[in-house]
């Protein structure tokens, strides 16, 4: 499975964006996705995941009511909207794929690149 994360950029604090991450090979309808972040000097951190059918989700407390995680499996891509952006938010946004309801990063089966994004004050 390739994972690719696109729809990273430059934001005014505030603003909004919406990252996608598009799914080729061998995908399966086992596969949880998810988004993880990792700012400079810190660990990578889990932001949100959402189940293959997209009834359940996840959210990191810090990102609750502000971002949505939703996918289409029709087209094999999974999206965050980012809302209410602040500068903590800045990081370099990961997308990630694993077969169980496990969000550590170790538990992921698959990653893709990274998307920054970039908040300004």
């Known amino acids: 499975v390739q994972l690719q994360a696109s729809g990273g950029g430059l934001v005014q604090a505030g603003g909004f964006l919406r990252l996608s991450c598009a799914a080729s090979?061998?995908?399966?309808?086992?596969?949880?996705m998810g988004w993880f972040r990792q700012a400079p000097g810190k660990e990578r951190e889990f932001v949100a995941g959402?189940?293959?059918?997209?009834?359940?989700?996840e959210y990191v407390n810090s990102v609750k009511g502000r971002f949505t995680i939703s996918r289409d499996n029709a087209k094999n891509t999974v999206y965050l909207q980012m809302n209410s952006l602040k500068p903590e938010d800045t990081a370099v946004y990961y997308c990630?794929?694993?077969?169980?309801?496990?969000?550590?990063?170790?538990?992921?089966?698959?990653w893709g690149t990274g998307t920054l994004v970039t908040v300004s004050s």
């Open positions: 990630a794929a694993a077969y169980g309801w496990n969000w550590s990063p170790r538990a992921m089966a698959y």
């Open positions: 090979g061998r995908t399966s309808d086992s596969l949880m």
């Open positions: 959402i189940s293959w059918t997209g009834a359940s989700t």
